[in-house]
């Protein structure tokens, strides 16, 4: 079983940036996994963020596509979501997620993952 253990959250001011980082306990082949970057802002549904495949082709959501950068580091078995020129809108728990397996097509759907973490809050003030 896949455990996935988020930091890196804070406190920021609009236009700041953060990096989070998401670590999991997997053997080596768990670092090609499908892997991915949720949020859950307060009466909002879990939206994806940003999604790894296999290849490490990454997928974006539109709203953070060009500000937030997904990569991972086979070697320390982290992932990692660099977050620049962060607004207020951007505040919310993020998750890092697992699928578990491999795969082709970094999807940004909630039901595409086995695996979560416990989150990490992310605050973005004026």
């Known amino acids: 079983q896949v455990q996935l253990v988020e930091s890196g959250g804070g406190s920021v001011q609009a236009g700041g940036s953060l990096r989070l980082s998401c670590t999991a306990s997997?053997?080596?082949?768990?670092?090609?996994?499908?892997m991915a970057w949720f949020r859950q802002a307060p009466g909002k549904e879990r939206e994806g963020v940003a999604a790894l495949d296999s290849y490490d082709t990454p997928q974006y959501a539109d709203s953070v596509q060009g500000r937030f950068i997904i990569s991972r580091d086979k070697a320390k078995n982290t992932l990692y979501l660099q977050m620049n020129t962060l607004k207020p809108e951007d505040t919310a728990m993020y998750y890092c997620?697992?699928?578990?397996?491999?795969?082709?097509?970094?999807?940004?759907?909630?039901?595409?993952?086995?695996?979560w973490g416990q989150g990490t809050q992310v605050t973005v003030s004026l």
């Open positions: 997620a697992s699928r578990g397996g491999f795969c082709t097509d970094p999807t940004l759907r909630t039901d595409g993952y086995a695996y």
């Open positions: 997997e053997f080596t082949s768990g670092n090609y996994y499908c």
